[in-house]
């Protein structure tokens, strides 16, 4: 049983870590269990430059007014509420978590750990769920609260997509039915698919790779003989249990 979870969203001055940094954490403290936020926070972290400020809208001017010292309290304060959860979630938090671990500017952003110092497993919004009123695999995340009659009243910034995160949960009937089904032990699939056969592989939800010109999806490994195609298996990813 699920008890609590972290949801976690980032906001960054570019998409690889090699070019960009966080600038922005939010996180909220959920719980399965009730389906309601306990516990919600975020800060800013300091940055000489944002040129993703017309989409974050996050001002370079704050960001060079923000101390060290402010977002290390901030960060300890995300830390902290991570001691309590079982998960981390985020919408594609292969995105969010490559940036925990490692310099970020000025300052360390720790891996998020567990009350037995551990590091929390993630979970994945974007790939792990299959949300009841979804209309397709991979949703974004406005379409995906949208699908399920969720206002938007903002997006990209970090504690409004955790809110949003957390408004969607609020309303699955079978939230912890949910969670059994998103830790399944997941495998990354190639499908076996034609060229003239590439629409079958698109309606199963895999995504095409063009630098290996390959149809690929990460599946719960049962789900995998519920396909309507042949797959190649390229490696088991590790259960989040």
Same mark, same amino acid.
């Given at each position: 049983? #699920?008890?609590?979870?972290?949801?976690?969203?980032?906001?960054?001055?570019?998409?690889?870590?090699?070019?960009?940094?966080?600038?922005?954490?939010?996180?909220?403290?959920?719980?399965?269990?009730?389906?309601?936020?306990?516990?919600?926070?975020?800060?800013?972290?300091?940055?000489?430059?944002?040129?993703?400020?017309?989409?974050?809208?996050?001002?370079?001017?704050?960001?060079?007014?923000?101390?060290?010292?402010?977002?290390?309290?901030?960060?300890?304060?995300?830390?902290?509420?991570?001691?309590?959860?079982?998960?981390?979630?985020?919408?594609?938090?292969?995105?969010?978590?490559?940036?925990?671990?490692?310099?970020?500017?000025?300052?360390?952003?720790?891996?998020?750990?567990?009350?037995?110092?551990?590091?929390?497993?993630?979970?994945?919004?974007?790939?792990?769920?299959?949300?009841?009123?979804?209309?397709?695999?991979?949703?974004?995340?406005?379409?995906?609260?949208?699908?399920?009659?969720?206002?938007?009243?903002?997006?990209?910034?970090?504690?409004?997509?955790?809110?949003?995160?957390?408004?969607?949960?609020?309303?699955?009937?079978?939230?912890?039915?949910?969670?059994?089904?998103?830790?399944?032990?997941?495998?990354?699939? #190639?499908?076996? #698919?034609?060229?003239?056969?590439?629409?079958?592989?698109?309606?199963?939800?895999?995504?095409?790779?063009?630098?290996?010109?390959?149809?690929?999806?990460?599946?719960?490994?049962?789900?995998?003989?519920?396909?309507?195609?042949?797959?190649?298996?390229?490696?088991?990813?590790?259960?989040?249990?």
């Amino acid at each position: 049983m #699920v008890e609590n979870i972290l949801i976690i969203d980032t906001e960054t001055t570019a998409l690889e870590i090699e070019q960009g940094q966080v600038i922005e954490i939010g996180a909220i403290l959920y719980s399965v269990k009730h389906q309601s936020p306990i516990q919600q926070t975020s800060t800013l972290l300091p940055a000489k430059q944002n040129p993703a400020e017309n989409i974050n809208h996050i001002s370079i001017d704050i960001l060079l007014d923000i101390s060290v010292e402010t977002a290390e309290a901030g960060i300890a304060e995300i830390c902290r509420m991570a001691k309590m959860a079982d998960f981390v979630i985020a919408h594609n938090a292969e995105f969010d978590k490559k940036w925990f671990g490692r310099k970020n500017g000025e300052i360390i952003l720790p891996k998020l750990l567990n009350s037995q110092g551990e590091e929390l497993p993630w979970i994945c919004t974007y790939n792990d769920f299959e949300f009841p009123k979804q209309t397709r695999s991979h949703p974004s995340l406005v379409d995906l609260v949208l699908a399920h009659g969720i206002g938007v009243y903002a997006n990209h910034r970090a504690l409004t997509d955790c809110q949003l995160i957390a408004a969607l949960f609020d309303v699955i009937e079978d939230l912890q039915g949910l969670f059994i089904k998103a830790i399944r032990p997941k495998v990354r699939c #190639v499908a076996l #698919v034609s060229y003239q056969e590439r629409d079958l592989a698109k309606q199963a939800g895999f995504k095409w790779f063009p630098e290996t010109k390959t149809w690929e999806r990460i599946i719960a490994s049962e789900d995998i003989n519920s396909l309507p195609f042949p797959v190649l298996c390229k490696n088991i990813q590790n259960s989040p249990k």
